[in-house]
Every structure is written in structure tokens, then in C-alpha cells.
């Protein structure tokens, strides 16, 4: 595959392609760019304010995301770089167009090196978070051994350091980084070189298979210690289904996050490569580029809307801890009568585990129990 340059259309001459470069997508297409500069604003309000709080919370309140805690507070860090700078220079490339960068080129390159930096850095954090907690879910009694703070902290660090030398080839000249008329903001450029965008495109690929290998090993042994659990009841015909239910409600968050990663990227992982001579249209890149950013602002929903601790996190961060505690009080009878009633049944339900479930099912025990809150 050698490499190939679309920049200039051949159907283009130099007169009329200066003339389109100098137009921003708010004055050729006004309707299309007021509903991209809405939905980028949300991204970045949502993105910004809920990447901080996932930082806050992780840093600040103990108990929180305990397994991969490092990689969550490290995509947090990249997701922000993504919403609190890249994505309003994206808002200013559509209302002001490549024009405002003509004296800044500096400014152009900065962010989408960073741009690009981030994303991958997100990606490999992401990755590690998945795989960590394939090993404490799977491989519990080597979590510690790989996954400690120190080793965590330099992983983070190295996700980092990899994420630049994907970007370097974009300073030697294999790559680049311009104002793409298409996507209507400073980015790597995709039509330099194939080679260099395949590569691109493996850093795009390899995080999403080693991800969907280990969120299906995850989903395999939850399956299995539930099912092995609910055998204890054979005579309930429903069994089976309470094994998936259960299989669902323990891993929902791990699995909403990768799904999430699935929609949002793969528009724009297979535009890429796939459109090498650049004729897919500008709604079509502008609006898979736009999915792509919406990825640093989704995970923020997904903790909050799949993870009570997180939730309760944030309601003693922004000082609702006191009418929490109220409202779990305001009932002292009611509330000592679920307590007794959950005790008797923590009670019988541990008997029955220790007299019935073989040795090495109780350590998946003890570790699916924690699955929920991850």
C-alpha cells in the first residue's frame, strides 16, 4: 500500500478551492452548523463538568471504583483534554472556518496533536480498565500481583507515552496535522499517508478486540458462578432466568461502557481506512467525527446512571450527605426491620454457600459480590 494525497481534488481548481477553504460551514450551510455547535455544547458542558466529577469523586471519597480506580481518574484526565479544549476549538472551526487559524497555525497543530494523544491514551486506559478487572473477576488471585498502585500509576504513565509516539510520524513528515474541510477542525491528517493511517487504525482496532475478549470472559464467568450458585434451588423452574438476570445486573456498567465505545468509534474507525480517495460527503465525516467526541462526555452518564457508589459519591461531594442520612433515618422502625430481615437473610444465604458451594466457587463469590460497584 504506498502512500496517496487527496488534499487538492483533481475536479478543483487552485481559485475555487482557495475560495471554499476560506468559507466556514456557519455561513455555507447554516442549519447543519447551529445543530453541530448544539450538540458539541452539550458534549462539552456534560463532558467537562462530569469527567471532573469522576476525578473528584475517585480522588477524594474512599471506597469508590476500587479496582481500576488509576484507570478510571487517568481516562478521565484524557476525556477532559477531549472536552475542555479540543472539542470548543472544533465549535470555533465551523463558525469561523480554517480562516481563524491562518496566523495560528501553532494553535492548530497543538490541538490536534493533542487531540489525537488524548483519544489514543483514552483508548488504552480504557483497555487496561477492561483487563484489570478481567483480572480480578477471572483471575482474582493475581489482581494484586499485576494491578497494584505502583504498577497502575506507570501503566497510566505508559498509556500516555505510547498515545504521543502514535502522533510523533505527524511532526517527521510520514503524517500531518491540518484544518480537514470536512470534519471542519484541527486534526491529524488522514489523507497524508495510508500507511501511517492504517496504523491509526490498528491503534483504533487492537483496543476494541482485546476489550471484547475480556468483557466476554467476564460475562462467561459471572455466567457461570451465578449459574453454579442457583443450582443450590433446582426444583425452581425459573432458575435459568435468574441466572441471566443477575449476569446482566452484575456486569451492566462494564458492558455499557464498552457498548458505548462500540457505537460511537466504529463510524468513524471504519471511515478512516475505507475512504482513502475522500469522497464520502462533508455531513457524513462531520457527523461520525462528531459521535467520536461524544465518547469523552458518555462515560460520565454511564457511572452515574449504572453505580450507586458513584451516585452516592457525588451526593456527599456536593454536600447531600446530611439529607441522605435523614432520609435513611426518618423511619427508625421500618429501617430496623430491613436490616433484621437482610441480616436473616445474609445469614442463611452464607450457610447455605459454605455447606453447599465447592472451595474454589467461594473466592468467585466473594469477588462477584464487589462486581456491581466496579
Known amino acids: 500500500m504506498g502512500d496517496f494525497d487527496t488534499t487538492t481534488p483533481k475536479y478543483m481548481s487552485n481559485s475555487t478551492l482557495e475560495t471554499t477553504r476560506k468559507q466556514p460551514l456557519l455561513e455555507t450551510d447554516t442549519t ?14 456534560i463532558g467537562t463538568c462530569g469527567n471532573t466529577l469522576i476525578l473528584l469523586v475517585s480522588t477524594v471519597m474512599k471506597g469508590i471504583n476500587k479496582s481500576g480506580k488509576e484507570f478510571i481518574i487517568n481516562l478521565a484526565m484524557a476525556d477532559i483534554c477531549v472536552t475542555a479544549i479540543a472539542e470548543p ?14 496566523n495560528k497555525m501553532w494553535m492548530c497543530a497543538f490541538v490536534a496533536s493533542m487531540c489525537l494523544t488524548a483519544c489514543l491514551c483514552a483508548f488504552l486506559s480504557l483497555t487496561l480498565l477492561t483487563l484489570s478487572r478481567y483480572v480480578y473477576i477471572c483471575h482474582n488471585h493475581l489482581y494484586d500481583k499485576f494491578f497494584n498502585r505502583v504498577s497502575c500509576i506507570i501503566m497510566c504513565f505508559c498509556c500516555w507515552l505510547t498515545a504521543f509516539l502514535f502522533d510523533i510520524p505527524n511532526f517527521t513528515g510520514w503524517g500531518g496535522h491540518y484544518f ?7 486534526i491529524w491528517d488522514r489523507t497524508a499517508s495510508l ?11 487492537g483496543p476494541f478486540v482485546i476489550m471484547a475478549i475480556c468483557n466476554l470472559r467476564i460475562f462467561q464467568q459471572i455466567w457461570k458462578t451465578k449459574r453454579d450458585l442457583y443450582k443450590l434451588d433446582s426444583d425452581n423452574p425459573l432458575g435459568m432466568r435468574k441466572v441471566w438476570n ?3 445486573r452484575s456486569s451492566k456498567t462494564l458492558f455499557c ?24 460527503s462533508t455531513e457524513t465525516h462531520l457527523f461520525f467525527t462528531l459521535l467520536a467526541h461524544f465518547h469523552s462526555s458518555v462515560n460520565f452518564i454511564i457511572y452515574t446512571t449504572g453505580n ?14 446530611s439529607s441522605m442520612k435523614s432520609k435513611s433515618t426518618s423511619n427508625p422502625v421500618e429501617t430496623a426491620e430491613k436490616t ?10 452464607t450457610t447455605i454457600s459454605i455447606k453447599c458451594v465447592p472451595t474454589n466457587q467461594k473466592r468467585a463469590m466473594n469477588t462477584l459480590s464487589t462486581t456491581s460497584s466496579i
Request: charged letters at 15%.
Open 32 to 45: 447543519l452548523a447551529i445543530v453541530y455547535i448544539a450538540m458539541m455544547g452539550i458534549a462539552i458542558l
Open 89 to 102: 476549538l472544533c465549535i470555533i472551526g465551523v463558525a469561523k472556518g480554517e480562516r481563524f487559524f491562518d
Open 180 to 186: 480537514d474541510q470536512k470534519n471542519h477542525q484541527c
Open 195 to 205: 500507511s501511517y493511517t492504517m496504523l491509526i487504525y490498528a491503534g483504533l482496532i
Open 246 to 248: 443477575e449476569t446482566i
Open 257 to 280: 461502557i464498552f457498548i458505548a465505545f462500540i457505537v460511537l468509534w466504529t463510524p468513524y474507525a471504519t471511515t478512516v481506512p475505507f475512504d482513502a480517495g475522500n469522497n464520502l
Open 308 to 321: 450507586k457508589r458513584f451516585q452516592k459519591g457525588i451526593m456527599r461531594l456536593i454536600g447531600c450527605r
Open 340 to 349: 433484621r430481615r437482610s441480616s436473616s437473610t445474609l445469614t442463611s444465604f
